[in-house]
């Protein structure tokens, strides 16, 4: 009996993103141009929507297009062109999430398998029998549905299909519906023209009673003479207290889905989709997001007694997030699941390239963010589990041939790594495990204020995990992040030192003169020579051999 198996659904906000996310392990894509789609900034022409979907087919994967706008009349006139579209086009399935569309299009092309969209808020097993009821292939349930309510919805529905979202950003509004964005830029959130003002920093202001308008700063010396609460109109003499930092408050900021801690029970009740949120996200969002979901998935199926999410959460936690949550899996949401420091999503790694071609000697990247003397490279591969790893101490311009010592990622250059400066690999692996399109990385420099709030990330995910009121943990940290803040040091460091001696890592990098030239590591050289091809030392192995031999 064949198995059944979870779906990975991923992103595609453009041509470059829907390829590397097909490499990188997704199962299928979704994708649409920008005037129908709910993403006016989609990247995709027609031209690229049926390259993207052959390249889907021809990789033996599936491709869905989006059609979830709440419809307007100026809309309608539309419906037959792009239906005439979708069937040059054809997509393995059309979000819908308008009722008037969704029984336009079964109307007129009955043969184009219909997904309910996530805008169509389906929150009920009721709902869903619904949808089911007018033809509706697969329904994508709403971010608010809890676990255990998909879990009923999942052994009332068992002959239509499921899907939900288990990572990505999260919406204040009820599955995406908001008025907001029209009311502070009318830009139009059900368009698909949102701009984001739930993330926006907001300030108090007082007005005084000739009319002028003040900002109101609360500091030290005036402190003690405010306080500033909201009543409820039916809950009189229920004072709620406001609070606000000298940099405004992210009162409507939530932190990013990320499902990965429970992904094993979406996998066991048999959820037929996982969704990856992120059409806007970057090219390496797509291809790591997908790679790391990728490998949980697999690594569940072949052996899910002893499936543990740990090595996967460190591989998503080197993208840019706002700080993770389980958001409304366990059906309440808390305060752990707002960031209300800081909209900005970070990570301790960062987009260093793309490799671009592999030439019999060399793969050439286009260098993504700044690249200077000392920098590791990683090489992520789309199809091998190890990574590689490189050290740089200056980049060939592949157009030339200079040599120089920085490269700067807004211009766009290509260098050049020759396969000779991977002295421990195999030649013939490079080309097959990295081939075009292959993300590399590096580490990132942070301020103290930013690498306190990663850290206040990890508790506050963990205490949502365990479902554990460590106060404790939770004030020590959180009050290290506002020291941070108060201290307002810019300086960014490095997590590992550049170069000199203490500059190397010990886990073996290639084109590390330190690690294999100096007598320091002659002993874990030994070790790591055993190895197979690509696999590193750890970070305690390698500080536990980090003696001389002779010892």
């Known amino acids: 009996m064949t198995q059944h198996r979870s779906e990975l659904l991923m992103p595609a906000g ?6 590397m996310a097909i490499l990188y392990g997704a199962d299928a894509v979704y994708l649409g141009t920008p005037d129908m789609s709910l993403r006016t900034k989609s990247e995709f ?6 390259e993207g979907v052959e390249f889907c087919h021809a990789h033996g994967k599936r491709a869905y297009l989006t059609l979830n706008l709440f419809s307007h009349n100026k ?6 062109e792009y239906l005439e579209t979708v ?20 109307t007129h092309a009955p043969d184009i398998p219909l997904h309910v969209s996530t805008q169509a808020n389906v929150a009920s097993w009721l709902s869903v029998q619904f949808w089911e009821n007018q033809g509706a292939d697969l329904v994508v349930l709403a971010r608010e549905v809890s676990f255990p309510e998909l879990s009923e919805i999942r052994e009332k529905c068992p002959d239509i299909k499921l899907e939900a979202f288990i990572h990505g950003a999260m919406c204040m509004t009820y599955s995406g519906r908001c008025l907001l964005s029209n009311f502070m830029a009318e830009r139009g959130a059900n368009q698909g023209n949102c701009a984001n003002a739930c993330r926006w920093n907001y300030k108090f202001h007082m007005r005084l009673k000739d009319g002028t308008v003040q900002e109101l700063n609360v500091d030290e010396d005036n402190l003690h003479m405010f306080e500033f609460l909201l009543e409820e109109g039916v809950r009189p003499g229920e004072f709620l207290p406001i609070e606000e930092d000298a940099r405004g408050s992210y009162i409507l900021n939530s932190k990013d889905l990320c499902l990965m801690p429970k992904l094993d029970d979406y996998l066991r009740i048999g959820v037929d989709s996982l969704k990856v949120e992120g059409r806007g996200k970057s090219e390496y969002y797509a291809a790591v997001v997908a790679r790391a979901y990728r490998m949980a998935i697999d690594d569940y199926y072949a052996d899910p007694e002893n499936w543990n999410p740990a090595p996967y959460m460190e591989e998503l936690e080197t993208v840019g997030n706002r700080g993770y949550t389980l958001a409304f899996h366990k059906g309440r949401l808390t305060n752990l699941a707002h960031g209300y420091e800081h909209t900005q999503a970070i990570a301790q790694w960062e987009y260093a390239g793309v490799i671009t071609e592999v030439t019999e000697d060399a793969f050439h990247v286009e260098v993504k963010n700044k690249l200077e003397p000392g920098d590791v490279l990683e090489l992520v591969s789309p199809v091998a589990r190890n990574t590689v790893l490189l050290r740089a101490y200056d980049y060939e311009v592949a157009a030339d041939g200079e040599r120089r010592e920085v490269i700067h990622g807004s211009t766009k250059t290509v260098i050049r790594l020759p396969f000779s400066l991977f002295e421990q690999e195999d030649i013939d692996d490079l080309r097959t495990n990295f081939p075009p399109l292959s993300v590399l990385r590096k580490e990132r420099a942070l301020a103290e204020e930013q690498r306190q709030r990663l850290k206040l990330d990890k508790t506050t995910l963990a205490m949502e995990v365990k479902d554990s009121a460590n106060e404790t943990a939770y004030t020590r940290r959180r009050n290290r992040l506002v020291e941070a803040i108060e201290a307002d040091a810019n300086t960014r460091r490095f997590k590992t030192n550049r170069a000199g001696t203490d500059g190397c890592c010990g886990k073996g990098c290639n084109g590390c003169l330190i690690f294999w030239q100096d007598d320091l590591y002659a002993r874990a050289r030994e070790i790591l020579l055993q190895r197979k091809q690509g696999e590193q030392l750890s970070k305690s192995e390698a500080m536990a051999l980090r003696r001389p031999a002779a010892e």
Do not use: W
């Open 45 to 50: 022409s027609l031209d690229d929507v049926i």
């Open 75 to 80: 809309d309608i006139p539309k419906l037959d």
């Open 14 to 19: 453009n041509l470059r993103k829907l390829k």
């Open 87 to 106: 069937r040059k086009v054809s997509p393995d399935g059309l979000i819908v999430a308008d009722p008037g569309v969704f029984q336009y299009v079964r």
